[in-house]
Protein backbone atom coordinates (compact mmCIF):
# COMPACT_ATOMS: atom_id res chain seq x y z
CA UNK A 1 0.00 0.00 0.00
CA UNK A 2 1.07 3.50 -0.95
CA UNK A 3 -1.06 4.63 2.27
CA UNK A 4 -1.41 8.54 1.74
CA UNK A 5 -0.19 10.46 -0.75
CA UNK A 6 -0.23 13.94 -1.61
CA UNK A 7 1.03 16.01 -4.67
CA UNK A 8 2.19 18.67 -5.51
CA UNK A 9 5.11 18.27 -2.47
CA UNK A 10 5.88 22.50 -3.00
CA UNK A 11 3.80 24.89 -4.59
CA UNK A 12 4.26 29.10 -5.36
CA UNK A 13 1.32 30.85 -6.16
CA UNK A 14 0.56 34.17 -6.83
CA UNK A 15 -1.68 36.06 -4.63
CA UNK A 16 -5.97 35.46 -6.28
CA UNK A 17 -4.20 32.01 -7.98
CA UNK A 18 -6.41 29.00 -7.62
CA UNK A 19 -5.04 25.62 -7.30
CA UNK A 20 -6.06 22.25 -5.85
CA UNK A 21 -3.90 20.03 -3.58
CA UNK A 22 -4.49 16.26 -3.73
CA UNK A 23 -4.67 13.49 -1.51
CA UNK A 24 -5.07 10.05 -2.19
CA UNK A 25 -5.59 6.87 0.18
CA UNK A 26 -5.17 3.21 -1.29
CA UNK A 27 -6.52 2.20 2.39
CA UNK A 28 -10.16 2.01 1.75
CA UNK A 29 -10.72 4.94 4.61
CA UNK A 30 -14.05 6.28 4.99
CA UNK A 31 -12.78 9.09 6.87
CA UNK A 32 -10.79 11.65 5.55
CA UNK A 33 -9.32 15.33 6.70
CA UNK A 34 -7.22 18.13 5.62
CA UNK A 35 -5.11 20.07 8.54
CA UNK A 36 -2.83 23.27 8.14
CA UNK A 37 0.33 24.10 10.30
CA UNK A 38 1.55 27.24 10.61
CA UNK A 39 5.39 27.92 12.10
CA UNK A 40 5.60 26.68 15.95
CA UNK A 41 1.82 25.91 15.69
CA UNK A 42 -0.25 22.15 16.43
CA UNK A 43 -2.29 21.26 12.78
CA UNK A 44 -5.70 22.82 12.63
CA UNK A 45 -8.37 20.99 10.73
CA UNK A 46 -9.92 22.62 7.50
CA UNK A 47 -12.46 20.32 6.51
CA UNK A 48 -12.93 16.56 7.03
CA UNK A 49 -15.25 13.66 5.44
CA UNK A 50 -16.54 10.68 6.92
CA UNK A 51 -17.22 9.09 3.47
CA UNK A 52 -18.28 9.54 -0.13
CA UNK A 53 -20.45 12.93 -0.59
CA UNK A 54 -20.28 14.10 2.56
CA UNK A 55 -17.85 16.88 4.29
CA UNK A 56 -18.22 18.84 6.74
CA UNK A 57 -15.71 22.30 8.12
CA UNK A 58 -13.22 21.79 10.54
CA UNK A 59 -11.76 24.69 12.49
CA UNK A 60 -10.39 27.07 9.89
CA UNK A 61 -12.55 26.35 6.37
CA UNK A 62 -12.65 29.81 4.86
CA UNK A 63 -10.74 29.82 1.79
CA UNK A 64 -10.66 26.67 0.95
CA UNK A 65 -13.37 23.97 -0.47
CA UNK A 66 -13.82 20.48 -0.77
CA UNK A 67 -15.39 17.55 -2.16
CA UNK A 68 -15.48 13.60 -2.66
CA UNK A 69 -17.21 11.64 -5.03
CA UNK A 70 -14.94 8.84 -4.39
CA UNK A 71 -13.38 6.95 -1.80
CA UNK A 72 -10.32 6.99 -2.44
CA UNK A 73 -9.86 11.29 -3.37
CA UNK A 74 -10.54 13.86 -1.12
CA UNK A 75 -8.94 17.35 -2.99
CA UNK A 76 -8.74 20.95 -1.00
CA UNK A 77 -9.37 23.54 -3.40
CA UNK A 78 -7.95 27.14 -2.89
CA UNK A 79 -10.37 29.25 -4.93
CA UNK A 80 -8.64 32.65 -4.35
CA UNK A 81 -5.03 32.32 -2.49
CA UNK A 82 -4.02 34.83 0.04
CA UNK A 83 -0.69 34.98 1.43
CA UNK A 84 -2.76 34.33 4.81
CA UNK A 85 -2.52 30.75 3.49
CA UNK A 86 0.99 30.04 3.27
CA UNK A 87 1.38 26.99 5.06
CA UNK A 88 2.41 23.43 5.30
CA UNK A 89 -0.80 21.34 4.30
CA UNK A 90 -1.70 17.47 5.73
CA UNK A 91 -4.15 15.00 4.85
CA UNK A 92 -4.83 12.38 6.59
CA UNK A 93 -7.40 9.37 6.57
CA UNK A 94 -8.78 6.58 8.96
CA UNK A 95 -11.28 3.34 9.13
CA UNK A 96 -13.61 4.42 11.26
CA UNK A 97 -14.48 0.56 11.85
CA UNK A 98 -12.04 0.47 14.19
CA UNK A 99 -11.56 0.85 17.97
CA UNK A 100 -8.10 1.94 16.90
CA UNK A 101 -9.17 4.47 14.79
CA UNK A 102 -5.59 5.37 13.72
CA UNK A 103 -5.00 8.08 11.83
CA UNK A 104 -2.32 8.18 8.54
CA UNK A 105 -1.01 10.93 7.69
CA UNK A 106 0.67 11.91 3.96
CA UNK A 107 4.26 13.59 3.81
CA UNK A 108 2.55 17.28 3.55
CA UNK A 109 2.53 20.18 0.94
CA UNK A 110 4.25 23.02 1.39
CA UNK A 111 2.56 26.38 0.10
CA UNK A 112 3.84 29.46 -0.84
CA UNK A 113 1.69 32.15 -1.34
CA UNK A 114 2.82 35.58 -2.62
CA UNK B 1 -8.82 25.13 22.25
CA UNK B 2 -6.43 21.90 22.98
CA UNK B 3 -8.20 20.08 25.90
CA UNK B 4 -5.07 18.86 26.86
CA UNK B 5 -1.57 20.62 28.42
CA UNK B 6 1.88 19.19 27.72
CA UNK B 7 5.10 20.81 28.74
CA UNK B 8 6.85 23.05 25.55
CA UNK B 9 9.65 21.24 25.69
CA UNK B 10 11.78 18.27 27.10
CA UNK B 11 15.48 16.71 26.60
CA UNK B 12 16.73 13.31 27.16
CA UNK B 13 19.93 11.50 27.11
CA UNK B 14 20.29 8.89 24.85
CA UNK B 15 19.22 5.16 25.88
CA UNK B 16 17.50 6.28 28.71
CA UNK B 17 13.37 6.63 29.56
CA UNK B 18 11.52 9.61 28.06
CA UNK B 19 8.87 10.57 30.63
CA UNK B 20 6.30 12.82 28.60
CA UNK B 21 3.72 14.06 30.59
CA UNK B 22 0.34 15.28 29.81
CA UNK B 23 -2.86 16.96 31.61
CA UNK B 24 -5.88 16.13 30.59
CA UNK B 25 -8.35 17.08 33.65
CA UNK B 26 -11.62 17.72 31.73
CA UNK B 27 -11.82 14.31 29.77
CA UNK B 28 -14.69 12.62 29.05
CA UNK B 29 -15.56 9.42 30.53
CA UNK B 30 -15.76 8.35 26.73
CA UNK B 31 -12.45 9.82 25.78
CA UNK B 32 -9.42 7.82 25.43
CA UNK B 33 -6.03 9.57 25.37
CA UNK B 34 -3.83 9.46 22.17
CA UNK B 35 -0.19 9.68 21.15
CA UNK B 36 1.50 10.99 17.87
CA UNK B 37 4.74 12.56 16.91
CA UNK B 38 5.78 14.72 14.39
CA UNK B 39 9.25 14.24 13.19
CA UNK B 40 10.66 17.30 11.55
CA UNK B 41 9.05 18.67 8.39
CA UNK B 42 6.80 15.09 8.02
CA UNK B 43 3.18 14.04 9.04
CA UNK B 44 2.38 12.73 12.47
CA UNK B 45 2.60 9.44 13.41
CA UNK B 46 0.35 7.37 15.75
CA UNK B 47 2.51 6.15 18.84
CA UNK B 48 -0.16 4.51 21.04
CA UNK B 49 -3.94 5.24 22.99
CA UNK B 50 -5.65 3.91 25.61
CA UNK B 51 -8.81 4.29 27.83
CA UNK B 52 -7.93 4.29 31.38
CA UNK B 53 -5.52 0.45 31.31
CA UNK B 54 -2.34 1.21 31.22
CA UNK B 55 -0.65 0.28 27.49
CA UNK B 56 1.88 -1.01 25.65
CA UNK B 57 2.86 -1.25 22.08
CA UNK B 58 6.24 -2.13 20.58
CA UNK B 59 7.15 1.98 19.79
CA UNK B 60 6.07 2.87 23.53
CA UNK B 61 4.07 2.50 27.11
CA UNK B 62 0.63 4.71 28.32
CA UNK B 63 0.26 4.94 31.94
CA UNK B 64 -2.33 6.92 32.65
CA UNK B 65 -3.78 7.85 36.20
CA UNK B 66 -6.53 6.10 38.27
CA UNK B 67 -8.66 9.67 37.59
CA UNK B 68 -7.62 9.82 34.11
CA UNK B 69 -6.63 13.46 34.49
CA UNK B 70 -3.12 13.13 33.44
CA UNK B 71 -1.27 10.39 31.41
CA UNK B 72 2.68 9.61 30.86
CA UNK B 73 3.94 8.71 27.76
CA UNK B 74 7.31 6.34 28.03
CA UNK B 75 10.11 5.79 25.24
CA UNK B 76 11.88 3.08 27.14
CA UNK B 77 15.40 3.61 25.31
CA UNK B 78 14.86 6.72 23.38
CA UNK B 79 17.31 7.19 20.56
CA UNK B 80 18.29 10.24 18.26
CA UNK B 81 15.28 9.53 15.86
CA UNK B 82 12.86 9.91 18.90
CA UNK B 83 13.87 13.14 18.57
CA UNK B 84 10.36 14.71 17.69
CA UNK B 85 7.05 16.81 18.65
CA UNK B 86 4.96 14.85 20.80
CA UNK B 87 1.12 15.01 20.83
CA UNK B 88 -1.16 14.05 23.67
CA UNK B 89 -5.14 14.11 22.28
CA UNK B 90 -8.40 13.12 23.66
CA UNK B 91 -11.29 12.17 21.56
CA UNK B 92 -13.90 9.50 21.52
CA UNK B 93 -13.06 6.91 18.66
CA UNK B 94 -15.35 6.16 15.75
CA UNK B 95 -16.97 9.78 16.15
CA UNK B 96 -15.91 12.30 13.52
CA UNK B 97 -16.57 16.03 14.13
CA UNK B 98 -17.12 18.41 17.19
CA UNK B 99 -14.67 18.42 19.94
CA UNK B 100 -14.93 14.97 20.68
CA UNK B 101 -13.98 13.69 17.80
CA UNK B 102 -11.45 15.64 15.71
CA UNK B 103 -8.00 15.17 16.83
CA UNK B 104 -7.28 18.39 18.26
CA UNK B 105 -3.62 19.58 18.38
CA UNK B 106 -2.08 21.81 20.63
CA UNK B 107 1.43 22.55 20.68
CA UNK B 108 2.62 19.47 22.19
CA UNK B 109 6.26 18.66 23.80
CA UNK B 110 9.20 18.94 21.53
CA UNK B 111 11.47 15.91 22.98
CA UNK B 112 15.25 16.04 22.12
CA UNK B 113 17.60 13.31 22.57
CA UNK B 114 20.91 14.60 23.41
CA UNK B 115 23.89 11.40 22.48
Known amino acids: NAGVTQTPKFQVLKTGQSMTLQCAQD?????MSWYRQDPGMGLRLIHYSVGAGITDQGEVPNGYNVSRSTTEDFPLRLLSAAPSQTSVYFCASSYSGSKIDTQYFGPGTRLTVL | DAKTTQPPSMDCAEGRAANLPCNHS???????VYWYRQIHSQGPQYIIHGLKNNETNEMASLIITEDRKSSTLILPHATLRDTAVYYCIVRVPGIYGGSQGNLIFGKGTKLSVKP
Open chain 2, 26 to 32: TISGNEY
Open chain 1, 27 to 31: MNHEY
